[in-house]
């Protein structure tokens, strides 16, 4: 189950709750994916340089919400006001490797980066997906400049040996602040539209159905029914239509779209691919707006999503336990093992994380699985923590393996817990009980009482 977020957010601080756009509240399973994709994030050169060092705000706080719900962030990229972000529930971690993002400026003829794409790709259970989060040119007459930005960012190719080009991925799902338009209506008949709910009267004229009816390249990109209100352009906290002067059309700015490829290969053949034979498939379940968000201009717009694979992918590359009982009252050891094949570097390292840790930086501890080796036969090795590092006041935390070649995490422990270190809780209670017996001089006047 993937949800899928695009919202250009205006340059605006994030919300106090994003609840309902991350379905947080919805009684069906939960989800094992999030994306989300903002666009125009405050990007002022002070703003982007300290972002640039530290995760930026709207990163920190969906990291901030989804991390104690078991998600991690899997990868994040930025240029200028775009943002990308990936979370993923930890039990998937082993099966998603192959990460790589990309950015691609095409404002001011490429030199620019406040309109584009970023883009992340990944393969998951051995299938290749890529998320590509693209804010392109404004206003009416600039059709054809979005399908051309639009076309060059998909001729982007990935750093690295063996990557599929854009369009080669298993699936590929499009989406951000498009900025296409409703052509040639005026703006009453627009409104009257939107107010009677009657949006099939407009959807012809939307600038991006009339493309994929002529432009090959769209014609393989599917998109859900446009049953919700345009989310663009309204006055900020409201949910009324732009009221200033420029008085703009309401339009579709804020779209999600996606290919499979199978789909588009066979689609000519037909007859001769079954159902059986498609090793991934794509349900959208729900494609809506959320109008109660006012801190933009724009309404957010989500897909939630169904992916049916068949895993190509089914056991992970190491299996990796804590042994014996954990405390920092002695040093720990950790058995790990690896499947044949595993491409290990010098440079992996197992983490120690609190279950509701945010990102692969986010341990408390590590060791080198070279350096810190105490053990090794044929089916297993060990390795060990030293006590110093173990957290004294213990809790539920989880092993993680990362590969350096990999550039992923690609083994997880269940969650198991660390005990309290005894001799520093009872060192506590004796200097507690010292403080109580030592009475304070001030004290001495409440005997009257």
Same mark, same amino acid.
């Given at each position: 189950?993937?949800?899928?977020?695009?919202?250009?957010?205006?340059?605006?601080?994030?919300?106090?709750?994003? +609840?309902?756009?991350?379905?947080?509240?919805?009684?069906?399973?939960?989800?094992?994916?999030?994306? /989300?994709?903002?666009?125009?994030?405050?990007?002022?050169?002070?703003?982007?340089?300290?972002?640039?060092? @530290?995760?930026?705000?709207?990163?920190?706080? =969906?990291?901030?919400?989804?991390?104690?719900?078991?998600?991690?962030?899997?990868?994040?990229?930025?240029?200028?006001?775009?943002?990308?972000?990936?979370?993923? *529930?930890?039990?998937?971690?082993? &099966?998603?490797?192959?990460?790589?993002?990309?950015?691609?400026?095409?404002?001011?003829?490429?030199?620019?980066?406040?309109?584009?794409?970023?883009?992340?790709?990944?393969?998951?259970?051995?299938?290749? /997906?890529?998320?590509?989060?693209?804010?392109?040119?404004?206003?009416?007459?600039?059709?054809?400049?979005?399908?051309?930005?639009?076309?060059?960012?998909?001729?982007?190719? =990935?750093?690295?040996?063996?990557?599929?080009? +854009?369009?080669?991925?298993?699936?590929?799902?499009? @989406?951000?602040?498009?900025? &296409?338009?409703?052509?040639?209506?005026?703006?009453?008949?627009?409104?009257?539209?939107?107010?009677? *709910?009657?949006?099939?009267?407009?959807?012809?004229?939307?600038?991006?159905?009339? !493309?994929?009816? *002529?432009?090959?390249?769209?014609?393989?990109?599917?998109?859900?029914?446009?049953?919700?209100?345009? +989310?663009?352009?309204?006055?900020?906290?409201?949910?009324?239509?732009?009221?200033?002067?420029?008085?703009?059309?309401?339009?579709?700015?804020?779209?999600?779209?996606?290919?499979?490829?199978?789909?588009?290969?066979?689609?000519?053949?037909?007859?001769? @691919?079954?159902?059986? $034979?498609?090793?991934?498939?794509?349900?959208?379940?729900?494609?809506?707006?959320?109008?109660?968000?006012?801190?933009?201009?724009?309404?957010?717009?989500?897909?939630?999503?169904?992916?049916?694979?068949?895993?190509?992918?089914?056991?992970?590359?190491?299996?990796?336990?804590? $042994?014996?009982?954990?405390?920092?009252?002695?040093?720990?050891?950790?058995?790990?093992? !690896?499947?044949?094949?595993?491409?290990?570097? !010098?440079?992996?390292?197992?983490?120690?994380?609190?279950?509701?840790?945010?990102?692969?930086?986010?341990?408390?501890?590590?060791?080198?699985?070279?350096?810190?080796? /105490?053990?090794?036969?044929?089916?297993?090795?060990?390795?060990?923590?030293?006590?110093?590092?173990?957290?004294?006041?213990?809790?539920? @935390?989880?092993?993680?393996?990362?590969?350096?070649?990999?550039?992923?995490?690609?083994? /997880?422990?269940?969650?198991?817990?660390?005990?309290?270190?005894?001799?520093?809780? $009872?060192?506590?209670? +004796?200097?507690?009980?010292?403080?109580?017996?030592?009475?304070?001089?001030?004290?001495?006047?409440?005997?009257?009482?």
């Amino acid at each position: 189950r993937l949800h899928l977020v695009t919202w250009n957010v205006g340059t605006a601080s994030p919300p106090p709750d994003v +609840t309902s756009l991350l379905q947080l509240n919805s009684l069906g399973p939960t989800m094992d994916m999030y994306v /989300i994709g903002l666009q125009e994030v405050n990007s002022r050169i002070t703003n982007f340089l300290s972002d640039l060092a @530290f995760d930026d705000p709207w990163s920190i706080f =969906f990291m901030t919400v989804l991390s104690p719900l078991g998600y991690i962030k899997l990868s994040s990229v930025r240029m200028q006001g775009l943002l990308l972000l990936v979370f993923v *529930k930890h039990v998937h971690l082993p &099966f998603i490797r192959d990460i790589h993002t990309h950015y691609t400026r095409t404002g001011l003829y490429g030199y620019w980066g406040n309109k584009g794409g970023v883009t992340v790709r990944m393969s998951l259970y051995g299938h290749t /997906i890529c998320f590509m989060n693209c804010h392109l040119p404004a206003h009416m007459e600039n059709t054809e400049q979005r399908l051309d930005d639009f076309e060059k960012i998909l001729e982007m190719q =990935f750093e690295g040996e063996n990557i599929p080009s +854009t369009l080669d991925h298993d699936v590929l799902f499009w @989406f951000g602040d498009l900025n &296409f338009r409703i052509a040639d209506y005026g703006i009453h008949f627009v409104r009257e539209s939107i107010n009677n *709910k009657r949006y099939n009267l407009l959807w012809e004229k939307d600038q991006l159905n009339m !493309a994929k009816k *002529k432009e090959a390249f769209l014609q393989e990109f599917i998109e859900g029914p446009l049953q919700f209100k345009p +989310t663009y352009k309204f006055d900020l906290y409201s949910d009324v239509y732009d009221t200033s002067e420029k008085k703009r059309k309401p339009a579709w700015t804020d779209r999600i779209l996606w290919r499979v490829k199978n789909l588009c290969q066979h689609a000519s053949k037909e007859g001769e @691919f079954s159902e059986e $034979e498609q090793t991934i498939s794509v349900t959208l379940n729900n494609y809506i707006s959320h109008m109660s968000y006012g801190i933009s201009d724009h309404k957010p717009v989500t897909g939630t999503f169904g992916l049916e694979l068949k895993p190509l992918l089914s056991d992970p590359l190491i299996i990796l336990n804590p $042994e014996g009982e954990w405390s920092a009252e002695h040093d720990v050891l950790i058995s790990y093992s !690896a499947v044949p094949e595993f491409p290990s570097s !010098a440079w992996d390292w197992i983490g120690l994380f609190k279950v509701a840790f945010r990102h692969v930086n986010d341990y408390v501890t590590y060791a080198w699985v070279e350096d810190d080796e /105490i053990s090794s036969n044929k089916d297993s090795k060990q390795v060990y923590m030293s006590a110093a590092e173990i957290p004294d006041m213990g809790g539920e @935390f989880l092993l993680c393996y990362y590969s350096n070649n990999l550039q992923s995490i690609v083994g /997880i422990s269940q969650p198991f817990q660390i005990q309290p270190n005894r001799t520093l809780i $009872e060192k506590d209670l +004796t200097q507690e009980e010292n403080s109580w017996m030592q009475k304070p001089d001030n004290l001495e006047s409440l005997d009257e009482f």
